[in-house]
């Protein structure tokens, strides 16, 4: 069966490298790190020192004060990157039919506003609670605010798998567009939990790295490395038809091939490289390519000794003794683990690599672990022509997804 041809017009993003896809990309090419000191809080009694905090971020810039007031952090990070990416697709809903025009969010709870809920509803009783606490408070609001923003009437949900919701954000537009549910899909990834009690509740878990030296503390394939950093941030990518978008003469930047999901059904936090696997290999079938037309892997790469283990272990399973002649990158050595918009954001980087030729590197990396033994490119971008690049996302609790980008190619 041919599958509709899906490409990326339109990207935004909002992290610790910068509040725009140039500061994102200057970043990513010159191994710069977004990870330092927490400043959202006080930290001092906490076992985690280190975050990567988007800083210098303004939301007033990007939209009223009213509506400022009214949202959440991962809202206004979700506005700021979309009316980027909508710009840079040059997408105009005035020429769109409406219907066909469709939004899917990723993005998580953030605490610390049902705490604060909580905290009055206990304190002052139930009529002072705030009355937009749900409006505030629920995961849809993302996916409500955007579409309501852009007057997008088409498709409006969400997704949620933990670390690998970025990724599954893009791959199921990806298929709504594929069941000709819309023209457009906008997958937004917004993630603001970088908060006290998520610091905490992960340090107990043992997750995060306790390393207080930032330059330290991200080390994705490193021997030394021992655990994530948290991050925050949002990353917005459009999809559409390969036919819509050449009728409206949008800027075509690589084409979606195809995706895949699979779930381990095997613990709570440690990964299975077996399923893993099979992601990859489903979703180069699904994208139709072979193994060995793979130019460069982007790696889910966290910097815990189970999850880089068991990535590389997985990427020898489907390449076999070619794995070792792969590329192999982590954006989180940069700007940490962003959680839901993690995915998306790295998306970013993967479409951002497929045009200008340069994958960004691995950073922090100083010594060899004899169990990840691959092409990690340790600390300096590398130039190289990439036409197929395999994005792995893979979740806490084992749900995984992983995209295939093209270097788009007219046929």
């Known amino acids: 069966m041919n599958k509709q041809r899906v490409v990326v017009t339109g990207m935004g993003v909002i ?12 970043g990513l090419v010159a191994g710069k790190s977004g990870i330092d000191y927490i400043t959202h809080f006080d930290a001092s009694n906490y076992p985690v020192k280190v ?29 700021a990157a979309v009316k980027e ?64 923003l852009l007057g997008a009437r088409g498709p409006n949900t969400s997704v949620n798998s933990l670390c690998a919701s970025g990724s599954d954000t893009i791959g199921t537009c990806l298929n709504f567009i ?24 992960m340090s107990r878990l043992g997750a995060l790295s306790p390393e207080p030296d930032p330059n330290k503390a991200c080390r994705p394939f490193d021997l030394n490395r021992n655990g994530f950093v948290y991050g925050e941030g949002s990353g917005v990518v459009i999809l559409e038809t390969y036919e819509h978008a ?16 699979t779930y381990d059904a095997y613990d709570m936090t440690a990964p299975q490289p077996e399923t893993e696997a099979i992601a990859m290999r489903i979703a ?23 999850n880089d283990i068991s990535e590389t272990k997985a990427i020898k399973m489907v390449f076999g003794d070619r794995a070792y002649q792969i590329p192999i990158s982590t954006h989180k050595s940069m700007f940490g683990h962003l959680i839901t918009a993690g995915g998306a954001v790295e998306s970013i980087g993967v479409v951002l690599t497929v045009n200008n030729g340069i994958i960004p590197p691995t950073i922090h990396y100083e010594t060899p672990d004899p169990e990840c033994d691959l092409d990690y490119v340790p600390n300096v971008a590398r130039q190289a022509q990439v036409n197929v690049c395999l994005k792995n996302s893979f979740g806490l609790g084992g749900q995984n997804c992983c995209l295939v980008f093209k270097r788009f190619k007219e046929i």
């Open 15 to 26: 992290c610790p490298l910068g509040l725009n896809m140039d500061e994102f990309w200057a």
């Open 178 to 201: 594929r069941l000709d549910y819309a023209d457009v899909m906008i997958a937004v990834a917004s993630d603001a939990s970088l908060d006290e009690m998520t610091i905490a509740a």
């Open 284 to 306: 180069l079938q699904n994208a139709g390519v072979k193994p060995e037309e793979v130019d460069y892997i982007n790696a889910h790469g966290t910097s815990t000794k189970l």
């Open 51 to 79: 975050a990567a905090e988007v800083n210098g971020f303004d939301p007033t810039k990007y939209m009223d004060i009213k509506t400022v007031e009214r949202t959440r952090r991962a809202i206004h990070f979700a506005i």
């Open 246 to 261: 050449k009728r409206r003469e949008a800027p075509i930047l690589a084409e979606l091939a195809g995706a895949a999901w």
């Open 85 to 148: 990416a909508v710009k840079s697709a040059r997408l105009d809903m005035t020429k769109e039919q409406t219907e066909r025009v469709g939004i899917i969010c990723s993005n998580m709870i953030e605490h610390k506003c049902i705490a604060e809920g909580w905290e009055t509803l206990q304190k002052r009783g139930p009529r002072r609670v705030d009355p937009l606490f749900f409006t505030k408070s629920a995961p849809s609001m993302v996916s409500i605010q955007i579409a309501m």
